[in-house]
């Protein structure tokens, strides 16, 4: 029996730089399903996640050369910029970032913090999908990229503040869809 290695991100790194074709297509093949989900984080259509994601490949081959390993973790996150950029990217020039404007009398103290313990992570996953793309968008770039109020407004083009109100409007119906969520499976659980 063959004992065939599985290559690390290190061993993609060096076998792209070194000219080796394999390399590009273990890469594909080790993150494909990885940035698949990071990119329809943002994007909503299956045909608008193929675009992005081949875009992003186009990046990512036309680019990786001068990419550097940091140690273990660095070529997933570098791979992940590159997918959100290019979401961010398309969503801007298909004028689908709609941000609303806050109201003066707007509340915008958030509530409680919802239980998420019990929420399978595609159903999770599948609320977050619903919310307006503006909402969506910050929400996923202030959680899941860590970046800052002020890094979204340069990110977007948008005020700090406009960033700040889109997240807790955001947190705000994800709260009202996770709490629909437990009421519609308390009754279905007291209904038996």
């Given amino acids: 029996m063959v004992n065939i ?10 076998l792209i730089h070194s000219g080796d074709a394999s390399g590009r297509k273990y890469l594909y093949c080790e993150y494909i ?5 990071v990119c329809s984080r ?12 081949h875009d992003s490949f186009i990046k990512i081959f036309a680019t990786i050369e001068s990419f550097e ?31 609303v404007p806050i109201t003066a009398d707007e509340d915008l103290i958030a509530d409680e913090a919802p239980d998420i313990e019990e929420i399978p992570p595609s159903v999770l996953h ?7 793309t503006g909402y969506r968008t910050i929400l996923n770039l202030f959680v ?13 083009g948008i005020k700090e503040s406009s960033s700040a109100s889109q997240y ?5 119906m994800l709260a009202e869809k996770i709490k629909k969520y437990h ?10």
């Fill in 42 to 53: 943002y994007i909503i259509e299956p045909e608008d996640v193929k675009d992005v994601l």
């Fill in 183 to 192: 009421n519609s499976n308390v009754s279905v659980s007291y209904g038996r």
């Fill in 69 to 99: 390993h940091r140690g273990a973790g660095s070529l997933k996150a570098w791979l992940s910029r590159v997918v959100v950029n290019e979401a961010l990217r398309f969503l801007k020039s298909s004028c689908r970032t709609e941000i």
């Fill in 168 to 172: 807790h409007r955001a947190k705000r």
């Fill in 33 to 37: 399903r990885y940035l698949t989900a």
């Fill in 144 to 156: 899941f990229e860590e970046k800052s109020h002020r890094e979204i407004a340069e990110l977007l």
């Fill in 126 to 132: 599948g609320m977050i999908r619903e919310l307006p």
């Fill in 5 to 14: 290695k599985r290559p690390n991100e290190k061993d993609i790194v060096a």
